[in-house]
């Protein structure tokens, strides 16, 4: 089992950037994939970002390629999740996720991942 431990949400302005922590324990997550998902109000939990177990690989939504970056550091066991020139619609709550079945890959598909965290609320004002 592996534990999810999501932070550095919080209530920005348009234009300005944050850095999402995803710290994992219980065992190394250097042998899964990590993504990140965002779940709005009224909508569907839908994919943000993804990386693959050697950081080799790492995949976008396309309504954050260029302004979001996800990385791993395995001597932490954490994932990041580093946001630029935030806009509102990217309001959400974030989760991390661990995905075991597929660690070559950086999957975009919700249920491929096997472990979640409870999420960190992003709010970002216009």
């Known amino acids: 089992q592996v534990q999810l431990v999501e932070s550095g949400g919080g209530l920005v302005q348009a234009g300005d950037s944050l850095r999402l922590s995803c710290a994992a324990s219980g065992r190394t997550v250097s042998s899964a994939a990590m993504g990140w998902f965002r779940q709005a109000p009224g909508k569907e939990r839908e994919f943000v970002a993804a990386?693959?177990?050697?950081?080799?690989?790492?995949n976008y939504a396309d309504s954050v390629k260029g302004r979001f970056t996800i990385s791993r550091d395995g001597a932490k066991n954490t994932v990041y999740l580093q946001m630029n020139s935030l806009k509102p619609e990217d309001t959400a709550v974030y989760y991390c996720?661990?995905?075991?079945?597929?660690?070559?890959?950086?999957?975009?598909?919700?249920?491929?991942?096997?472990?979640w965290g409870q999420g960190t609320q992003v709010t970002v004002s216009s």
């Open positions: 990386i693959n177990w050697r950081g080799s690989k790492t």
């Open positions: 996720a661990a995905d075991d079945g597929t660690p070559w890959e950086a999957s975009g598909v919700l249920h491929e991942y096997d472990y």
